[in-house]
């Protein structure tokens, strides 16, 4: 983990397309970030993209039962 300290208005680039500008620096304790980058990224809060990754797991677990129990009925369909 690389860590650095950066003044309002100063800029971290991240490769050659992304860049994270500090904007604010509240009570000595928050900062506001900028970010500037393609919109073929994501850019999540770390709670946000918890969310989605179980999010997505959940549709995937369903996706797979909602499979097992369709392939079970067209059986039971055929056998009929």
Do not use: C, T
Not at 65 to 71: D, E, F, I, R
């Amino acid at each position: 983990m690389m860590v650095l300290r950066r003044k309002i208005g100063e800029v971290i680039r991240i490769d050659d397309n992304i860049r994270l500008i500090v904007h604010d620096i509240e009570h000595g304790k928050v900062v506001r970030f900028g970010i500037e980058a393609p919109a073929d990224v994501a850019i999540h809060r770390l709670e946000v993209y918890a969310q989605i990754q179980q999010e997505n797991q959940a549709a995937v677990a369903g996706d797979a039962l909602a499979w097992l129990q369709q392939g079970a009925a067209d059986d039971g369909a055929k056998n009929s």
